[in-house]
Nanobody, 116 residues
Framework: QVQLVESGGGLAQAGGSLRLSCAAS????????MGWYRRAPGKQRELVAE???????NYADSVKDRFTISRDNAKNTVYLQMNSLKPEDTAVYYC??????????WGKGTQVTVSS
């Protein structure tokens, strides 16, 4: 059974930092591209950052230079370091895994709330 379990969300002040973690089980983690998506109230889900199995990264323009995605294949975990948080970063953040054959898995999400 595949599980993606997010943690690290919570309440932060504008300008602050949070670090999200996503622990994966039931997959060969090193073979998967991993990503973080978010859904803000009243908006569609959007890509925040992604990291390929080879370590290449891609970021949404809105988070470039503020957020950093990384992975630890030994721990089957992907991270999202979020710095200089803004109120518009408030959303539910979801962990995503995609295999080479485009099989997709999602976590249940973790709430991030940034106060001004």
């Amino acid at each position: 059974q595949v599980q993606l379990v997010e943690s690290g969300g919570g309440l932060a002040q504008a300008g602050g930092s949070l670090r999200l973690s996503c622990a994966a089980s039931g997959i060969v983690f090193s073979n998967y591209d991993m990503g973080w998506y978010r859904r803000a109230p009243g908006k569609q889900r959007e890509l925040v950052a992604e990291i390929t199995s080879g370590g290449s990264t891609n970021y949404a323009d809105s988070v470039k230079d503020r957020f950093t995605i990384s992975r630890d294949n030994a721990k089957n975990t992907v991270y999202l370091q979020m710095n200089s948080l803004k109120p518009e970063d408030t959303a539910v953040y979801y962990c995503h895994a995609q295999s080479r054959s485009y099989v997709n898995y999602w976590g249940k999400g973790t709430q991030v709330t940034v106060s001004s």
